[in-house]
């Protein structure tokens, strides 16, 4: 299968360790797993991009994902997530991420995960707040 270029410039890299645990009865990286280092890595990215993060006052929703996965992972890979802005709209922005090994470069999953702004109050979508615009635009550039 061909795996598409990157849209993203995926330019930061998360190290991620893989526990005993998160492999199934076949002996491989379970695909609910793979969404969980791709969020870590997510939260990663945005503490780079704007420093110290209130997580219980971020008015961010994720509101679509989409994963393809190219091959399988096991207890003897070694992999790092990469992270990078795709896109960036009025309300939104769009993170592309790939899971790769460390070593050879092999894709395993490539995803994308769009980003809301909005108020939790009155669950309406606002613009995207200056400071995070201005983040993101600087990590495409």
């Not at 797993?33 to 890595?41: F, G, K, N, P």
């Not at 503490?47 to 219980?56: F, K, M, N």
């Not at 890979?77 to 896109?87: E, F, K, N, S």
């Not at 999953?109 to 809301?116: E, I």
Request: glycine fraction near 4%; charged fraction near 25%.
């Amino acid at each position: 299968m061909k795996i598409p270029e990157p849209k993203a410039k995926l330019d930061f890299r998360t190290h991620v360790e893989l526990r005993f645990n998160d492999f199934d009865m076949l002996g491989h990286l379970n695909n609910a797993v793979y969404l969980e280092l791709t969020d870590l890595a997510k939260a990663r990215y945005m503490q780079e991009l704007l420093g110290e993060i209130d997580w219980r006052n971020l008015d961010l929703a994720i509101v679509n994902i989409n994963s393809s996965f190219y091959a399988q992972i096991f207890p003897d890979d070694h992999v790092d997530v990469l992270t990078g802005v795709q896109a960036i709209g009025d309300h939104s922005f769009t993170l592309e991420q790939r899971i790769v090994d460390r070593h050879t470069g092999k894709v395993f999953m490539a995803s994308t995960s769009v980003f809301c702004a909005f108020d939790p109050h009155e669950m309406i979508s606002l613009p995207l707040y200056p400071a995070l615009r201005s983040a993101l635009e600087k990590a495409m550039a």
